[in-house]
């Protein structure tokens, strides 16, 4: 059974619509899905629809946004999976999560077009109908105005952290969005910790201080993170006593990512499912060989 945790849709910067994200995660041979997009839940209500059509069951989750240390910082990527969408600190949070994005992207934008040949209309125009509004969008428009060729050379050059053109996103710590999460009823799993190629990466002292608020596990099986890095990973959370998952990270179109190309073992899954109080699982029957 293939179990992969970590996915995005339209709702945020994917490129499948919630419904299409399913249909095409069946298509794939993955049995079990969680739809993670960036600080939203937007997209639950359509994907759970699908999923009982395909014979995928799925899990409501979100990548929460968080950030931490002083000077510029360090993004950290939170999954969320099964909480509560109605419990009001986290929605709160995530809400002023999307703001911030809205807001960096429109400056962000203004300041590229002094240079560059793209308007805020023109990013608008790379989002979907109600998604989170943020950087990929912005490197959409740059491809579509020819200034790059891919969102992953916008990334790499232009929207880089410590580019000119990047400023910094307001977010909660870490370890306040796992007491968030936990308090909702989600399981809080850190995403892609040590992806070097992304920027400055976790430090064990703050990943100890997550699974000290209650952390449930680490992503390790992700394409961004080498064989040392997972390694590192899985002597963490064996010490830790974590469960460890590996995903997909999928966004369609707009990354190279494979739905199922990494996948969670069904013995973590389980535990994701015993913990998780929040929201219930959608879609297919549940049945583990």
């Known amino acids: 059974m293939l179990i992969d945790l970590h996915t995005h849709s339209t709702a945020s910067d994917g490129t499948d619509t919630p419904a299409g994200l399913v249909a095409a995660a069946a298509e794939a041979g993955v049995r079990v899905l969680a739809i993670t997009d960036h600080d939203t839940t937007a997209g639950w209500a359509a994907a759970a629809a699908q999923a009982e059509r395909s014979g995928v069951l799925l899990v409501p ?31 709160a949070a995530l809400a002023a999560s999307r703001e911030g994005r809205l807001d960096r992207a429109r400056r962000m934008t203004e300041l590229l077009s002094e240079d560059f040949p793209i308007t805020w209309d023109d990013v608008l125009a790379r989002a979907a109908s109600g998604a989170v509004v943020g950087r990929p969008h912005v490197a959409d ?63 064990e002292e703050l990943l100890e201080e997550m699974a000290a608020a209650g952390m449930a596990g680490v992503e390790v099986d992700h394409r ?66």
């Open 61 to 91: 989750g979100a990548e929460v946004t968080c950030r931490a240390g002083a000077r510029g910082g360090v993004t950290v990527h939170l999954l969320s999976l099964l909480h509560d969408p109605a419990h009001e600190p986290l929605a």
């Open 141 to 203: 428009a740059l491809v579509a105005a020819g200034v790059v060729r891919s969102r992953d050379e916008a990334f790499a050059s232009l929207l880089a952290d410590g580019s000119p053109y990047v400023l910094r996103l307001g977010a909660p710590h870490p370890v306040d969005a796992v007491r968030l999460v936990r308090a909702a009823g989600g399981v809080p799993v850190i995403a892609h910790a040590l992806a070097s190629a992304r920027g400055r990466v976790l430090s």
């Open 224 to 289: 961004d993170h080498d064989e040392a890095a997972r390694a590192r990973l899985r002597d963490f959370a064996a010490a830790s006593g974590l469960l460890t998952t590996g995903s997909s990270d999928y966004h369609g179109t707009g990354k190279a990512n494979r739905l199922g190309e990494h996948t969670t073992s069904r013995e973590a899954f389980e535990r994701v499912l015993a913990e998780g109080t929040g929201a219930p699982v959608a879609g297919a029957e549940l049945v583990l060989p």
